[in-house]
């Protein structure tokens, strides 16, 4: 008899996120031999969803259990602590792997471009987002939650998970995974109320009409909205009727039934929607004072999209002591491959990776936001990630793959191992995860995270004894 | 009885591919699909089999009989998108 082909296509994935770990999932289904290798630049995988997905959504994150489940015990391996680009080039990866794929998501946010931008005080809502995680680069962050106001700018989701997360009590946080060092500060937060920006009015605000109801439902938080913010201009009118989407009918819908809610004494704090509204500048001598925002319109440009439009009038003052900026993720250009400047993605075809001159670069895949821009939800990179591993198994069957000419598993492994002394591999991952989860069975709560790089990795080497005593 | 999908889904398309009447919308490729937040299952085809629910890999689906008091919403949201949906549509498929 003979022996079954030791290996199959190996591959890389680089970037353990949900688009990463959906196309290791889909590769594994479609080329059952393939010999999968996903990197990660942070000792832990899965992306967003543990450093991204609000911790009072802990439904959402038992994802975390289906990726586990259709990867890596299904042989993929994990790579964790391994930086591409740092530890491992393109290059050296293309002399061991048949095909790359890059998975790495857009990991900066776009700016407004506006004054006072930079001043103390004023963040991108991403990195409160990365802080309240528990994401080991943000750790150190220090947010000044003492004023009474914050204004949030944006109107997706983002906005409305930073919108939730200065709002809820105490009590609420102290029963999610949020890191601790970010539910001490939350606790002590002085914040009473959080303004939430939208540029365009209530018919195009980006926010799931899911993420919406829950703002206007929040325990002891009072949402306001002016009745007159939310009475549609005549062209959004028509636009809503013509092209709105369901969503868009059950925002203005939810929105009308807010802004005729009567005052509640009893509120503990109080988000306020704003509609037709850009920040102008954000003013302070040392740090965030104030914002100034100016009133737009809604008029129709000539490719035929809704538009914000400024109104010639004073700009208003909004006294705050802390602004987070929520308008959008974008992809930072990765060492030795095509980047599209304009676009901010991978230049490609179906997941291919285009040279400048439009051929496909063989070998080299792009999946997720680093594909196909910073849109669309969870679920969004499976037909993503389906796409991208169509085009690879077509490559294969074409003999259209290159030849890597060290393909051995014990040379990758060798090369990393002068490299980066501290790879998390599999069970280093399930060590974090029941340390993590044992943690928190002791304090009823999903999971206690370890949020520094030192005890990630100690706790994945097994250097560490038994879970920290519980301190209340 | 019907089944009902709450605005944790995802939209990852496992339900979809489990269901035996093909009773949950959007599909892929349909004109609502890529704006649509969540999926919904029409309770005038759903069998109640419970296959959507064992595959639902966010647990966002419940039996009626069964769900929360916070996802209320859900059902009325459901009757309103099965209300705006054709039937020519939701045979199409």
Same mark, same amino acid.
């Given at each position: 008899m ?5 290996t199959?296509?190996?591959?890389a994935?680089?970037g353990a996120g @949900?688009a990463g770990a959906?196309?290791?999932?889909? %590769? ?6 393939a ?6 630049r ?6 967003? %969803? #543990?450093?991204?997905?609000?911790p009072?959504?802990? +439904? ?24 591409v ?15 790359v ?12 471009g ?12 991403t990195e ?8 080991p680069?943000?750790?150190?962050l220090?947010?000044d939650l003492?004023?009474? #106001?914050a204004v ?13 997360? *200065?709002?809820?009590s ?9 890191a601790?060092h970010?539910l001490d500060? *939350?606790?002590? $937060? ?11 009015g209530?018919a195009?605000?980006a ?7 829950e703002?206007g439902h929040?325990?002891g938080v ?6 007159d913010?939310?009475?549609?201009d @005549?062209v959004?009118?028509?636009w809503l009727?013509d092209?709105?989407t369901f ?8 929105l009308?039934e807010?802004a005729a809610? @009567? ?8 988000i ?18 104030a914002?100034d ?18 109104v +010639?009038e004073d700009?208003e003052?909004?006294?705050?002591? *802390?602004v987070?900026?929520?308008v959008?993720?974008?992809?930072v250009?990765l060492?030795d ?11 490609n075809?179906?997941?291919?990776v *285009?040279?400048p001159?439009?051929?496909a670069?063989?070998?080299v895949?792009?999946v ?13 990179n499976k037909?993503?990630?389906? +796409?991208t ?5 077509e490559d294969?069957?074409a003999?259209a %793959?290159?030849d890597?000419?060290d393909?051995? #598993? +014990? ?9 980066q002394?501290n790879v998390?591999a ?17 304090e009823?709560?999903p999971?206690?995270?370890?949020? $520094? ?8 080497a097994?250097?560490?004894g038994a879970?920290?005593?519980?301190t209340? | 009885? =019907?089944?009902?999908?709450?605005g ?8 979809i591919? !489990?269901?035996? !009447?093909d ?11 890529e =704006?649509?937040e969540?999926?919904y299952?029409?309770?005038? !085809?759903c069998?109640?089999c419970?296959a959507?629910v /064992?595959?639902?890999? !966010?647990?966002a689906i419940?039996?009626?009989p069964?769900l929360?008091?916070?996802?209320g ?7 309103r998108?099965f209300? /705006?949906?054709s039937t020519a /549509?939701?045979t199409?498929?």
């Amino acid at each position: 008899m003979t022996p079954r082909t030791r290996t199959g296509p190996r591959v890389a994935i680089v970037g353990a996120g @949900p688009a990463g770990a959906f196309t290791a999932a889909c %590769l594994l289904r479609a080329c059952g031999n393939a010999e999968i290798d996903l990197f990660e630049r942070l000792p832990t995988p899965w992306g967003l %969803l #543990r450093g991204g997905v609000a911790p009072d959504h802990q +439904e959402i994150k038992r994802l975390e259990d289906t990726f586990d489940r259709q990867t890596l015990r299904r042989g993929c391996r994990f790579l964790g602590n391994v930086e591409v680009g740092v530890d491992i080039s393109h290059g050296e990866l293309m002399r061991h792997y048949s095909a790359v794929i890059y998975a790495t998501g857009a990991q900066t946010d776009k700016s407004l471009g506006i004054p006072g931008e930079d001043l103390a005080g004023s963040w991108a809502a991403t990195e409160f987002v990365a802080w309240y995680n528990g994401h080991p680069d943000y750790r150190d962050l220090e947010f000044d939650l003492s004023a009474k #106001r914050a204004v949030v700018i944006g109107n997706g989701n983002v906005a409305a998970d930073v919108t939730r997360m *200065l709002t809820l009590s105490a009590a609420e946080l102290e029963r999610t995974d949020i890191a601790d060092h970010a539910l001490d500060a *939350l606790r002590a $937060s002085s914040i009473e109320e959080v303004v939430v920006l939208g540029r365009r009015g209530p018919a195009q605000a980006a926010f799931t009409s899911a993420e919406l109801r829950e703002l206007g439902h929040l325990d002891g938080v009072q949402l306001r909205v002016d009745a007159d913010e939310v009475e549609l201009d @005549p062209v959004s009118r028509q636009w809503l009727a013509d092209e709105g989407t369901f969503t868009a009918r059950t925002n203005v819908e939810l929105l009308r039934e807010f802004a005729a809610r @009567p005052e509640r004494a009893d509120a503990r704090r109080r988000i306020v929607l704003r509609f037709l509204r850009s920040p102008l500048q954000i003013r302070g001598a040392e740090r965030v004072e104030a914002i100034d925002v100016r009133r737009n319109e809604i008029a129709r440009g000539h490719d035929g999209m809704l538009r914000a439009r400024a109104v +010639e009038e004073d700009a208003e003052r909004i006294d705050c002591g *802390l602004v987070l900026r929520s308008v959008g993720y974008r992809a930072v250009p990765l060492p030795d491959v095509p980047f599209d400047e304009r676009s901010y993605v991978l230049p490609n075809a179906r997941g291919r990776v *285009l040279t400048p001159a439009g051929e496909a670069l063989p070998g080299v895949y792009a999946v997720g936001w680093i594909k196909r821009g910073p849109t669309g939800i969870l679920g969004t990179n499976k037909r993503d990630a389906e +796409e991208t591993v169509t085009c690879f198994v077509e490559d294969l069957a074409a003999a259209a %793959l290159p030849d890597p000419p060290d393909p051995g #598993r +014990e040379q990758v492994d060798a090369l990393l191992a002068e490299r980066q002394p501290n790879v998390v591999a599999v069970d280093g991952w399930r060590a974090i995860a029941r340390h993590e989860l044992e943690n928190g069975r002791r304090e009823r709560r999903p999971r206690v995270k370890l949020a $520094s790089r030192e005890e990630l990795l100690d706790v994945a080497a097994q250097r560490t004894g038994a879970p920290a005593a519980v301190t209340w | 009885m =019907t089944y009902v999908i709450v605005g944790s889904c995802i939209k990852d398309d496992s339900c979809i591919e !489990v269901c035996p !009447v093909d009773c949950i919308h959007p599909k892929p490729g349909a004109p609502d699909f890529e =704006t649509a937040e969540q999926l919904y299952i029409d309770p005038a !085809v759903c069998i109640d089999c419970d296959a959507c629910v /064992e595959a639902c890999p !966010v647990d966002a689906i419940y039996a009626q009989p069964e769900l929360p008091e916070k996802y209320g919403y859900a059902l009325d949201l459901n009757d309103r998108f099965f209300g /705006e949906l054709s039937t020519a /549509e939701r045979t199409a498929g």
